[in-house]
């Protein structure tokens, strides 16, 4: 087991004894919240130290890293987050979504918080505008929840016929009610009819197919959100057992055989809220560094997948894919 992955099951008592010796050795100690799995996120974790040697700071030597991890139950994350506050961390990152940032806020007015979010944080108000946020919060968005529309076309334009979406939602993240929004407009303005079935625990997965596949849907989207990922290969395997054609947000869902993606790049933005970490860690306030916005969206594209469903991608779709899996 990694040594990581064992503190955070721990809990806060493992944290005490690497709080202690950074404190006596003046080391500075970061708390890392993050809505998933160790194991489903190690990459953004290697990803976000990355960002802090960039800036000087390097996990052991001169910075200290305090994992807390919900495994998807957002529920979990208020309790997460007084733990890293009570551990006096220096500077708190919350990752994975919203609900990590709301769970941070409420857990401290004073410790700078880095955030990666998929929504708008002015509009959610947890900045005052994206140039200058104020406060003691700033981070990168990448802006996923706002994607919806788009995935909608990806997916009408590899399957033109398809004249129903099943969708499957998590009404525990709080963008949900807003991406559902966009994507029964973006449905609603080329005919297609939509499918919602919820699951919030992986327990809920095998109800919420049968759900969705009563319905007979042409084609499948998976919503943005951080649970799901952590996810994703339980994800992609139930989409093949159906055998239909589904759209999902990151790379990471078509590096496991889903048949097409389009999101941000992720590893980047934790690598941005790595070194947006260590430069607070220098003294740099959270107040004066912008939020970062992402600026190159990836459409990855799982031919294996589409050959195993019968289907053939447009040439114009290929041209514009920034990965083909063949």
């Known amino acids: 087991m990694r040594r990581r992955a064992f503190i955070a099951g721990l809990g806060g008592a493992?944290?005490?004894?690497?709080?202690?010796?950074?404190?006596?050795?003046?080391?500075?100690?970061?708390?890392?919240?993050?809505?998933?799995?160790?194991?489903?996120t190690a990459h953004m974790e290697a990803a976000f130290n990355r960002g802090l040697k960039e800036v000087g700071f390097v996990e052991g030597q001169n910075v200290g890293i305090v994992y807390r991890y919900a495994d998807g139950q957002y529920d979990r994350l208020p309790m997460l987050a007084d733990d890293l506050v009570r551990s006096h961390v220096a500077v708190l990152v919350a990752t994975g979504g919203d609900s990590t940032i709301l769970a941070a806020k409420a857990a401290t007015a004073t410790i700078?918080?880095?955030?990666?979010?998929?929504?708008?944080?002015?509009?959610?108000?947890?900045?005052?505008?994206?140039?200058?946020?104020?406060?003691?919060?700033?981070?990168?968005?990448?802006?996923?929840?706002?994607?919806?529309?788009?995935?909608?076309?990806?997916?009408?334009?590899?399957?033109?016929?398809?004249?129903?979406?099943?969708?499957?939602?998590?009404?525990?993240?709080?963008?949900?009610?807003?991406?559902l929004k966009e994507v029964q407009a973006a449905a609603a303005s080329v005919d297609v009819r939509v499918v919602v079935a919820n699951a919030s625990d992986e327990r809920d997965f095998e109800p919420a197919f049968a759900l969705l596949f009563q319905q007979q849907p042409s084609a499948l989207m998976i919503s943005s959100d951080?649970?799901?990922?952590?996810?994703?290969?339980?994800?992609?395997?139930?989409?093949?057992?159906?055998?239909?054609?589904?759209?999902y947000e990151w790379r990471g869902y078509a590096e496991a055989g889903g048949l097409m993606s389009y999101g941000t790049d992720l590893p980047d933005a934790y690598r941005q809220a790595g070194t947006y970490t260590g430069r607070i860690l220098k003294g740099e306030k959270p107040a004066d560094l912008p939020v970062l916005q992402p600026t190159k969206f990836e459409l990855v594209i799982n031919l294996r997948t589409a050959k195993t469903l019968g289907l053939e991608a447009p040439l114009s779709l290929l041209a514009r894919a920034d990965e083909v899996i063949e």
């Open 14 to 40: 493992a944290a005490w004894p690497l709080v202690a010796r950074g404190q006596q050795s003046g080391m500075p100690v970061v708390g890392f919240l993050q809505s998933g799995s160790s194991g489903a």
């Open 112 to 179: 700078p918080i880095v955030f990666t979010i998929g929504s708008d944080p002015v509009a959610r108000g947890y900045v005052a505008s994206l140039n200058r946020p104020g406060g003691t919060v700033t981070g990168v968005t990448l802006f996923t929840s706002n994607l919806e529309a788009k995935r909608i076309g990806l997916l009408r334009e590899l399957v033109p016929k398809a004249d129903g979406i099943g969708v499957l939602n998590n009404p525990t993240y709080p963008p949900a009610a807003d991406q």
């Open 226 to 247: 951080p649970f799901f990922y952590t996810r994703r290969e339980q994800l992609v395997g139930l989409v093949a057992r159906h055998a239909i054609p589904a759209i």
